[in-house]
């Protein structure tokens, strides 16, 4: 198996982790084209944006958001993007060295402060 395929292997079973968590209703790993390449929506959960086409676009928007850095020089890197929205909260937190991104689709009542500690926790536990 190559390193990238044991790296999308543990980032699918990170985002496994994630979706164990009551508020979380989708977590994805995002190339830098915006395609979702491990990760996925919680078993039983159907999508707001149920168009292939709609979901794959805005992955490729909060994909491209997510990874610019012009402004990193003067301000620091991205540590996460979120958006809350009437029926979700959407959290992007990029890792610009792979081009990837973590998504994560949660219920409006999430905590987002509570949420990105409970990412670091998972992304940065070795096992």
Do not use: H, W
């Not at 496994?16 to 959960?45: C, M, Y």
């Not at 850095?69 to 993007?81: A, K, M, Q, R, V």
């Not at 998504?103 to 949420?115: D, G, K």
């Amino acid at each position: 198996m190559s390193n990238v395929d044991l790296s999308l292997k543990l980032f699918g079973e990170k985002c496994n982790r994630l979706l164990k968590e009551s508020e979380i209703r989708f977590a994805g790993i995002v190339d830098k084209n915006g395609k979702l390449v491990t990760g996925g929506f919680k078993e039983g959960i159907t999508p707001y944006e149920n168009d292939e086409t709609k979901l794959q676009s805005f992955f490729e928007f909060v994909s491209k958001a997510s990874i610019r850095n012009e402004l990193d020089e003067s301000l620091g890197p991205i540590n996460y993007l979120a958006a809350r929205r009437d029926k979700a909260v959407l959290v992007s937190f990029p890792f610009p060295i792979t081009q990837i991104l973590l998504l994560i689709s949660a219920e409006p009542t999430v905590n987002i402060e509570t949420l990105a500690k409970k990412v670091v926790e998972i992304f940065t536990d070795v096992n």
